[in-house]
């Protein structure tokens, strides 16, 4: 048939474009509200709620925006005449309203808090891992105690990537889109209506980034996207994804977050008492501060360090070196090299602000180095990390030993109400009474978990097993039939996983130094365990690799190979795609949380914490957060030390105790049960572990440590620098100089300890004297001190006693500081006598380095 040559020429369709916005009956007109602020990510009455709109949508998406965006106008109209869903909508509003009426007092510190991510709920990509997380879980907290706090991050494009795994357990990574629609990001602008930007100088030209803002409850979260029409391609991508690009892609990241983070904050009206640098990705907010007071206040840069020190703390998250970020000098000059101009210092003191030895000019410049330098406080993560920490960074402050230093720390925690099951909640608030949910770190409240009838926890954790098993199966369904494997092994998974075995969970990032393949070390030993007909066990992994990671893809892809051998089919499984919904899965399903780490390499961990707060026990090196939380009866421990140097000695050690354990401890215990069913020795150590642990690693308890610890003792002191004018900073200032100029040329005449080359004698008084020419300094101004060492098993000399000298008299231009010291314990020591410079208004030692041995 030929063509219809009476066609019409317009017959091609012509679109146009539309949008059609979400739209609320006037009875529902704060469902949005209650969607884009993220207080509803802790609170389950509000999930509960958008549940009940659509349980479909809800279950596809998971998130409130998503829901309100595809759901039909006529459905909401429908709910309004629903008298139970309205009573329930009002109560949760109502909650709301309340919860956001309170405010921190006008008369507290504001706290400016930056990190490179935040883990707050999945729907918002802006994280990858354990450091996001704690910064998202400390942000609830911060919302939920009131505290004075405002953050900065980025809005990234991309986000993390989505893991998708091959037939052969080839790690993938796929990068999707955000779009704001769809994300609870409100753009800031100005009273025109126009985006707010900020502006960070790179070489040759500016770059520009909007600013969204976040509601974690009661903090605001602003966030930096520089993906706009005002910048180049590259430029662009700066913001795109989170750890991504090269060293140089990076720097710009760093630059943005600390420069323009400051200016972000300024921006917006902020104006913050103290900062927090989360990691030290965020160091250069430092360098901005100083280039601030040098050009507005025409401040030396002597002075304006004094006053930017004594405001600032440091959190540093890792004790692995690769996690401490570093840029070559070249790669510093191409970006910053204007900068130590306008901080009016030489272009090597500039560098020496990075360095660990000062002059070096092979070393990279870290921003660890510079977070400590300009930051008065600096903490680990947890107790053992805080010591690590005090050695990795001992050489900045050569003359002091390691225990020394002034490095602390706060051990890390999770958000109750982010992690813990609904069901658990409810038991805590039926069983723990009023006033619970404001002293979540008080240990007296979670004791009566003794009181709570055994079979009650129990159907509560068999529940959640159960859950957790399900969300498997469907998991798995849905992965292997994307990837088309064999549905037959798929059958048999479904099969052999029971919801009524020993569940053991291992989730976290896959670095080598995790050890995830020390489980399968022994294959044969292992099929044992795992298939014994009366106690078998089946291990839950999951985790993503970064994608340079080639060792830690390769952890991957043997796991998933090793789970598809016969003996293995539904007793090793590897989960999918790693994210804060299937951690939320595992830590509250699981029976044991696994963790193997490389002594002494994990920094804290919180995902075992979880673990804990869901009645699950851990399992794990004691190492980072489980050398303070274990407690024998209450979980199980690989020991601290080390038995061998040699790492695949001890990691054959490691996996033989494991087996071991896993063998004649956890399983017979788990599986003996009485004639109710019903494993009462079990139920025991879940009630000591939720009773003894899970109060001292909530988040309340950390923010509680870091006002004790940090952010009261900086509020007072940045109150004092800056009375009258700075006073004290001009003090200081002033002081330093003085002693930098004189130190060298103090004078040593004498030091003579009696009988100091002789055998001392228990209780009896020794004299000794130095004798100093302080070419004109004070002796108030200089301290001399005795101080007694021994050597530890590794021939590191320990510092055990520091006695001081007591300033006798002046001789002339001669000072005289006398001591008398009494032995009290006997032993082989070491002693020496060092100088200081003394002021009352330094914080510690390390404020001022200055030290000589004589």
């Not at 990234?156 to 704001?180: C, H, I």
């Not at 050597?791 to 000298?805: A, L, M, N, R």
């Amino acid at each position: 048939m030929g063509a219809n040559l009476n066609q019409s020429k317009h017959n091609t369709p012509l679109w146009k474009g539309m949008v059609v916005q979400s739209s609320f009956p006037q009875e529902l007109k704060e469902l949005n509200t209650l969607a884009t602020n993220l207080w509803w990510t802790w609170n389950y009455e509000v999930k509960d709620l958008f549940q009940e709109i659509d349980s479909v949508l809800w279950k596809k998406s998971l998130n409130p925006i998503q829901v309100l965006k595809e759901i039909s106008y006529d459905r909401l109209v429908e709910l309004t005449k629903n008298d139970s869903f309205m009573q329930q909508y009002k109560a949760v509003l109502q909650k709301y309203n309340d919860y956001m009426a309170v405010k921190p007092a006008e008369e507290n510190a504001r706290i400016g808090y930056f990190s490179m991510e935040y883990g707050l709920d999945d729907s918002l990509k802006v994280f990858s891992g354990g450091l996001g997380i704690l910064a998202g879980d400390y942000l609830k907290e911060a919302s939920d105690t009131n505290t004075n706090m405002v953050a900065v991050g980025f809005l990234y494009k991309f986000g993390y990537f989505q893991q998708k795994l091959s037939l052969d357990g080839d790690q993938m990574a796929v990068y999707t889109p955000q779009n704001p629609s769809e994300l609870p990001v409100h753009l800031v602008t100005d009273s025109n209506n126009n985006p707010i930007t900020v502006q960070v100088g790179l070489p040759g030209r500016i770059i520009n980034a909007q600013i969204w803002l976040v509601h974690v409850g009661r903090i605001k979260l602003y966030l930096l996207d520089t993906d706009i029409s005002d910048n180049n391609e590259e430029d662009r991508a700066i913001s795109h994804a989170l750890y991504g690009g090269n060293n140089e892609h990076r720097l710009k990241q760093e630059m943005l977050l600390g420069i323009g983070g400051v200016r972000t904050l300024e921006a917006v009206g902020e104006k913050i008492d103290i900062f927090h640098c989360n990691e030290g990705h965020a160091a250069f907010i430092n360098l901005e501060r100083l280039r601030k007071l040098i050009k507005h206040k025409n401040f030396s840069f002597q002075k304006a360090l004094e006053v930017v020190r004594s405001s600032t703390l440091y959190t540093t998250h890792t004790p692995v070196p690769a996690g401490h970020d570093s840029f070559p000098e070249d790669l510093m000059m191409t970006y910053l090299g204007q900068f130590p101009e306008r901080l009016q210092l030489s272009w090597n003191d500039f560098m020496n602000l990075g360095r660990m030895y000062p002059d070096n000019h092979g070393e990279n410049f870290s921003m660890s180095n510079l977070a400590i330098c300009t930051s008065q406080e600096v903490n680990g993560v947890s107790r053992l990390h805080g010591d690590v920490s005090k050695k990795m960074f001992n050489d900045l402050w050569q003359g002091y030993q390691v225990e020394e230093s002034h490095i602390g720390y706060v051990t890390n925690g999770v958000h109750y109400g982010t992690w813990i099951s609904k069901d658990w909640q409810n038991l805590h608030n039926k069983t723990f009474g009023a006033g619970f949910l404001n002293n979540l770190s008080d240990s007296s409240y979670w004791s009566k978990i003794y009181d709570v009838n055994d079979e009650v926890l129990w159907n509560i954790k068999e529940k959640h097993r159960e859950k957790l098993i399900s969300y498997v199966k469907e998991k798995l369904h849905e992965n292997w039939t994307q990837r088309f494997e064999d549905p037959k092994r798929l059958v048999k998974i479904t099969q052999y996983i029971s919801s009524k075995t020993l569940t053991i969970g291992f989730a976290r990032r896959f670095a080598t130094y995790k050890r995830a393949y020390l489980l399968f070390s022994n294959l044969e030993r292992l099929s044992k365990i795992v298939n014994n007909p009366e106690r078998p066990i089946q291990f839950i992994f999951a985790g993503k690799a970064h994608p340079n990671d080639k060792p830690g893809q390769a952890m991957i892809k043997e796991i998933v190979r090793i789970s598809k051998l016969s003996e293995f089919v539904g007793k090793i499984i590897f989960m999918e795609n790693y994210d804060m919904n299937l951690a939320r899965q595992l830590v509250q399903g699981v029976d044991i949380w696994l963790n193997t780490p490389t002594r002494p390499l994990e920094a804290s961990g919180t995902s075992g914490m979880k673990a804990v707060m869901n009645g699950a026990m851990n399992f794990s090196v004691l190492d980072g957060w489980w050398c303070e939380g274990y407690k024998e009866g209450a979980g199980w421990a690989l020991p601290e030390k080390r038995t061998y140097d040699d790492q695949e000695f001890q990691n054959k050690l490691d996996a033989e105790t494991i087996y071991s354990m896993l063998e004649n401890e956890i399983a017979p215990l788990y599986y003996n049960r009485d004639k109710d069913g019903i494993p009462h020795q079990w139920i025991q150590y879940m009630k000591k572990c939720i009773a003894e642990i899970a109060p001292e690693f909530t988040t309340k308890r950390m923010i509680d440590d870091y006002h004790e610890r940090y952010y009261s003792k900086l509020a007072d002191r940045k109150k004092q620098m800056t009375a009258n004018n700075y006073e004290l900073a001009d003090e200081i200032t002033e002081w330093k100089k003085k002693i930098s100029e004189k130190w060298d040329d103090i004078y040593v005449i004498s030091t003579d300890i009696e009988k100091s080359a002789d055998t001392l004698t228990l209780g009896k008084s020794y004299e000794g004297e130095v004798k100093l020419d302080l070419k004109g300094l004070s002796p108030d101004e200089i301290g001399v001190e005795l101080v007694l060492t021994e050597q530890d098993s590794s021939g590191e000399f320990i510092v055990i006693e520091k006695t001081p000298f007591k300033f006798l008299e002046n001789d002339e231009h001669i000072s005289i500081f006398s001591i008398s010291i009494t032995p009290k314990k006997s032993g082989v020591f070491n002693y020496g006598i060092r100088m200081y410079p003394k002021h009352h208004a330094i914080p510690h030692r390390q404020d001022f380095a200055y030290v000589r041995w004589l």
